[in-house]
C-alpha cells in the first residue's frame, strides 16, 4: 500500500506537459501586454510610485511563467508557493487599491499562464472599466461632512496646556484628545496637536477664533486626519 501511494506521488510530480517555445512566447507578451494596460490605466488620475506602476506591469507575465512552469507538477507546485510566501516578508503595507491591483494582475498573469487569454483579455477589459466607473463614481464616499480633525495649537510656555482648551472643546466637539506636545523656539512655545470629532462642522471658524483669544493669537492649524481609510 505504501509503494502504491509513493507511485501516485511519483508520478503526480515528475509527469508534465511540454509547453512550445511559441505557445510560451505568446502567453508571455500577452500577459506583458495585459500588464502594461491595466499598469497604465490605474495610473490615471492616481498618484502612484515608478517601481509600483513598473511592478504592476511585469507581474502578470511573471504569473504566467510560473503557472507555465508549474504545469501539473505537486512537488514544483508547493515550492512556487513556499517562494511566493516569502514576498509578505519582503514588503511594506499598502492600501487597499494597491493590494486589489497585486491580486488583478496576478489573475490576469493565471488567465494568460493558463493558455485562456481570451478570457484574461475580457477580465482585463471588465476590470478597468469596473475601476474606472467606480473612480469617477461617489460610491463607498460618506455623504456626510468630515467632522474629525487634526487640530494644532501654538501656546506660550507659561500657559498650562493641560485644561486650558477644555471648555472650548466641550463646547464644540464630542470628543478630543491630546495627542502630541513638543516644544519650539528655544522652550519658549509649546505645539499641541488634538484629534477632535465636530458636533458641526460648520462652527470650526468659531472654534478656531475662541481658541486664538486664548492662546495669544499665535499659529493655529486644522487639516484632515493623517491616518489613511485606504487601508485595509
Known amino acids: 500500500m505504501l509503494n502504491s501511494i509513493s507511485d501516485i506521488f511519483t508520478t503526480a510530480t515528475t509527469t508534465t506537459e511540454i509547453v512550445s517555445v511559441g505557445t510560451f512566447s505568446i502567453c508571455i507578451l500577452a500577459a506583458l ?7 497604465k490605466s490605474i495610473q490615471y ?20 511563467v510560473v503557472i507555465m512552469m508549474v504545469n501539473g507538477s505537486i512537488g514544483t507546485g508547493i515550492a512556487v508557493a513556499g517562494t511566493f510566501s ?3 516578508f519582503r514588503s511594506i503595507p499598502g492600501t487597499a487599491k494597491e493590494i486589489t491591483a497585486v491580486f488583478i494582475a496576478m489573475a490576469i ?24 466607473v467606480l473612480e469617477h463614481s461617489n ?15 501654538t501656546i506660550p510656555e507659561d500657559l498650562d496646556y493641560s485644561d486650558v482648551f477644555d471648555d472650548i472643546f466641550d463646547e464644540y466637539t464630542t470628543s478630543h484628545e491630546l495627542v502630541t506636545v513638543k516644544t519650539t523656539n528655544l522652550g ?12 458641526d462642522p460648520s462652527d470650526e471658524k ?3 477664533d475662541k481658541l486664538r483669544v486664548r492662546n495669544g493669537n499665535l499659529e ?5 486626519m493623517t491616518t489613511s481609510n485606504n487601508e485595509l
Not at 139 to 153: A, N, T, V, W, Y
Not at 188 to 199: E, I, N, R
Open 139 to 153: 460610491f463607498g464616499e460618506s455623504s456626510q461632512p468630515k467632522k474629525e480633525k487634526m487640530i494644532r495649537i
Open 188 to 199: 519658549s512655545l509649546f505645539k499641541l496637536a488634538y484629534q477632535v470629532t465636530f458636533k
Open 86 to 88: 516569502l514576498v509578505r
Open 33 to 39: 501586454v495585459m500588464g502594461l494596460i491595466f499598469s
Open 220 to 224: 493655529i492649524s486644522s487639516s484632515m
Open 206 to 208: 468659531q472654534f478656531i
Open 45 to 64: 488620475n492616481n498618484i502612484v510610485s515608478k517601481s509600483f506602476a513598473v511592478t504592476i506591469a511585469l507581474l502578470p507575465a511573471v504569473v504566467c
Open 109 to 132: 498573469g493565471l488567465a494568460c499562464g493558463m493558455g485562456n487569454l481570451g478570457y484574461a483579455l475580457v477580465f482585463t477589459i471588465i476590470t478597468l472599466v469596473a475601476l474606472l
